[in-house]
């Protein structure tokens, strides 16, 4: 062999050498220079949100104007979007109208479940609220931003005040009140703004439900 070509053999056993078997596999690499590298992995292929609707209240029951998913397992055909008609009903192939107003998804999913048993052979039902539209409070009167107002998460008198730009100048601040129905009488809760902000009557700082009406004279 000859000198020049046993230099250059040497010269590369010298460089396979210095890479340790852990470099080989992940971890660091070494490289000529003593020099540790990081392997770097190769990045996770992205994962697809899953579709899905929003969050509902504990309290929630479906109502007019509620957009609803209903998927029926291995039957695309029977799977739709819906909308909630003011009649309280939505429309399903096969089984045209089904009551779906003030049931809970829960209890939807088990009436269409059972209304279609006669066309699918046990047939898997799931209900996803899209969107929620039927759920609004009202403030009126001497506000910067009067009307309806979705009630998607909990909101007090005051968050909602502050929903609608705050009070005008010439609002009479302490004869604020809710209006409200509960069992079919009508309530009228006061609400002393000029109080509540000095952090007194805080009890009147009430949660609003679904058709409260905020008067703001």
Not at 75 to 94: F, Y
Not at 114 to 124: D, V, Y
Request: hydrophobic letters at 45%; one cysteine or more; a neutral charge.
């Amino acid at each position: 062999m000859r000198v020049h070509d046993w230099r250059m053999a040497c010269a590369l056993l010298l460089i396979a050498g210095s890479i340790s078997p852990l470099a080989a596999g992940q971890g660091t690499r070494t490289v000529p220079g003593g020099v540790p590298r990081p392997v770097v992995a190769p990045a996770p292929s992205a994962v697809p949100p899953v579709a899905g609707g929003v969050a509902t209240p504990a309290d929630y029951v479906i109502g007019a104007d509620d957009v609803l998913t209903v998927v029926f397992w291995r039957d695309k055909d029977m799977s739709t979007d819906v909308v909630v008609r003011p009649d309280g009903k939505i429309t399903l192939p096969l089984l045209n109208d089904i009551d779906a107003s003030g049931s809970t998804p829960e209890q939807l999913r088990d009436r269409i479940a059972k209304a279609s048993a006669e066309f699918i052979e046990e047939p898997s039902v799931t209900i996803t609220v899209k969107q929620i539209n039927s759920r609004k409070v009202f403030i009126t009167g001497e506000v910067t931003r009067p009307g309806p107002y979705p009630l998607t998460t909990p909101t007090t008198v005051l968050q909602l005040i502050a929903m609608a730009g705050g009070l005008n100048q010439f609002a009479q601040r302490d004869e604020i009140v809710v209006m409200r129905t509960e069992n079919g009488q009508a309530l009228s809760l006061p609400f002393d703004y000029a109080a509540v902000a000095k952090r007194k009557k805080l009890q009147q700082n009430v949660l609003l439900k679904p058709g409260d009406v905020v008067l703001v004279p």
